[in-house]
């Protein structure tokens, strides 16, 4: 991706001079991964009149889906042209100069921090991705802008969304096919509820019922990390994501889960799984220490034993499977009984095929 990136920005003249980036990095991602302050506020999102379709169209949700997980009750989304450059602005004026830095924290209060949730509105066509590009450089122009913000947001827009779009449109169908872990065991109940006792993985859950959102380190460090250690087939997961998410298109989630979050591609994408234990959740977000981070540490650990050959074989990995190799004997038993437990409780309720209960 980097490398089309640079293209992109070359070739749309974005953020370049002279052929050079802007402040002399292509990305500034390093410093993109502050975690939040606890005392630090968040804007809230912008309030908007309830359009008249609004109601109709729910009732309609109600009785034509009505195993529909996520909940229509605290919908806020604009579904008008004009209210979608109304949160464009509101998202430029408030909370763009902040995206940059905390954009990979997570925290319990606060769902949706300083992410623009333009993506439904992009995936529907309310608003055009050149439109948002223009809109947000022109914004930087008058307005103080950290730099790793603005180069932050505008990757998302011509970096990752064209990329992914291209991925899909050149390797979709391979994308779609790989099962590189080789993952069988279907979706169990427990991830739709938010119930496995995990706190992480359940807190975003429950947030995905209310909101159909979770911003992107939120899908691909918890939810998409959770699965792929417990062994969930892949086709089950993009089902999962296709089902709860307001910005789901197939286009969107192929690449995005099979090979973003689940490394099913077998690197399609990305040059590393996307895996990683409790630590590493806990210094992102605010989550407690408690027995998930025992049961999610042990799950992390068994599934490098059980793919030592990948993590052998990538360069990036293989100072995991070193940790690994230099554990003692009883505390990869412990790891391997405790995540053999979970992994029995957890599938308990498990049905073919994925199907929720």
Not at 145 to 166: C, K, Y
Request: aromatic content about 12%; some cysteine.
């Amino acid at each position: 991706m980097a490398s089309f990136y640079r293209h992109q920005r070359k070739q749309l003249g974005i953020l370049v001079d002279g052929g050079k980036p802007a402040g002399g990095k292509w990305s500034y991602d390093p410093e993109n991964r502050r975690p939040l302050p606890p005392d630090m506020s968040v804007p809230p999102l912008p309030s908007l009149a309830e359009h008249p379709a609004l109601a109709p169209a729910k009732r309609r949700v109600e009785v034509e889906f009505a195993e529909n997980p996520v909940s229509m009750d605290g919908f806020f989304y604009p579904i008008t042209h004009a209210d979608a450059e109304r949160w464009l602005e509101d998202f430029l004026s408030h909370r763009l100069a902040m995206f940059g830095a905390y954009e990979d924290a997570m925290r319990e209060n606060g769902p949706f921090l300083f992410h623009s949730l333009l993506s439904p509105l992009l995936n529907t066509g309310l608003l055009v991705p050149a439109a948002v590009v223009d809109a947000t450089l022109a914004f930087a122009e008058d307005h103080e802008v950290p730099l790793n913000s603005l180069e932050g947001f505008i990757r998302q827009i011509i970096g990752w969304r064209e990329f992914m779009r291209a991925v899909y449109l050149l390797r979709g169908e391979e994308e779609r096919t790989r099962n590189f872990w080789g993952h069988q065991r279907p979706m169990p109940g427990a991830c739709y509820a938010g119930t496995t006792g995990m706190d992480p993985f359940d807190r975003v859950v429950r947030r995905v019922r209310e909101h159909a959102y979770a911003h992107h380190i939120e899908r691909l460090m918890v939810i998409g990390n959770f699965m792929n250690l417990v062994g969930i087939h892949p086709d089950a997961i993009y089902r999962w994501f296709m089902e709860l998410f307001i910005d789901a298109y197939d286009w969107v989630m192929v690449p995005n889960v099979y090979g973003m979050s689940l490394y099913a591609d077998g690197g399609l994408i990305t040059t590393k799984p996307s895996i990683s234990g409790s630590h590493s959740l806990m210094k992102m977000g605010d989550f407690s220490a408690g027995e998930w981070c025992d049961v999610w540490d042990a799950l992390f650990w068994r599934f490098i034993d059980v793919h030592r050959s990948v993590f052998a074989a990538n360069p990036r990995m293989r100072v995991l499977l070193a940790n690994l190799d230099r554990m003692d004997s009883d505390t990869l038993e412990q790891h391997r009984a405790v995540a053999g437990a979970f992994l029995a409780d957890l599938f308990e309720d498990a049905l073919p095929g994925g199907e929720r209960p």
